[in-house]
């Protein structure tokens, strides 16, 4: 079946411009999560969608950074006048159920390919 | 952002040679999960655990939770050259939530 689908794979772009990043999620797939990496580095949590609630948007680094996700499906993360320090792979992630069971077993996340955003 | 201590961060290996890393959080964890990320490529989830001293296998590999929930651990007995990569722990470190916090990692690399 179909991944996590993220575009692009690549993007370039210049100090101080916008750039949209997008995420297809498994079809069905309530939970969506942003993860940052920076090169050699671990996985920055961002932001994390579940069903119609209001996202945890506790992870984002500043208030350039802003995510959307529209019907519940596709997710869209918003970075406004892009810094050097912005570069990094940006990791979609999706799972089944995003509901806290503190005693029951979670889905695991499915990621996608990422986004490898460079700012020159 | 909130991270996860994962020991070692780095482990250069012979093959043959065991391995383990070691996650270690402040708060009592309802679950934790692990995943490998190869070089290139992105994290892929390998387990689960949820009981408190649960030890899971999965063929060379030993998943397990402290008693406490409050450390895991993984295991490789016998590395392999396709046992190179980065293996993240993950858990939901703020009590109630599904919002999953990755460990800093231990890339391991294994020298044939």
């Known amino acids: 079946g179909a991944g996590v689908s993220q575009s692009p794979s690549n993007k370039v772009t210049e100090k101080g411009k916008d750039v949209e990043l997008r995420c297809d999620p498994i079809?069905?797939?309530?939970?969506l999560y942003w993860y940052r990496q920076s090169l050699g580095q671990g996985l920055e949590f961002l932001i994390y969608?579940?069903?119609?609630?209001?996202?945890?948007k506790s992870g984002l680094p500043s208030d350039r950074f802003s995510a959307e996700r529209t019907g519940g499906s596709v997710s869209t993360l918003t970075i406004q006048r892009t810094q050097q320090e912005d570069s990094a792979v940006y990791l979609c992630?999706?799972?089944?159920?995003?509901?806290?069971?503190?005693?029951?077993?979670?889905?695991?996340?499915?990621f996608g390919n990422g986004t490898r955003l460079t700012v020159t | 952002g909130q991270q996860v201590m994962q020991i070692p961060q780095y482990q250069h290996v012979q093959e043959g040679e065991d391995f383990t890393t070691y996650c270690n959080s402040s708060?009592?964890?309802?679950?934790i999960q692990w995943y490998k990320q190869r070089p290139g490529g992105h994290p892929v989830f390998l387990i689960q655990?949820?009981?408190?001293?649960e030890v899971k296998k999965q063929k060379r590999l030993t998943f397990q939770f402290g008693e406490a929930k409050k450390n895991s651990s993984l295991h490789i007995t016998a590395t392999q050259t396709t046992d190179v990569g980065t293996y993240f722990c993950?858990?939901?470190?703020?009590?109630?939530?599904?919002?999953?916090?990755f460990g800093t990692g231990t890339r391991l690399k294994v020298l044939a």
């Open positions: 993950a858990g939901p470190f703020t009590s109630g939530t599904y919002k999953y916090i």
């Open positions: 969608f579940q069903g119609n609630s209001a996202p945890d």
């Open positions: 992630a999706s799972s089944h159920r995003g509901t806290a069971e503190p005693s029951s077993y979670n889905s695991p996340l499915h």
């Open positions: 708060t009592t964890l309802s679950n």
């Open positions: 079809s069905g797939h309530t939970a």
């Open positions: 655990l949820v009981k408190s001293g």
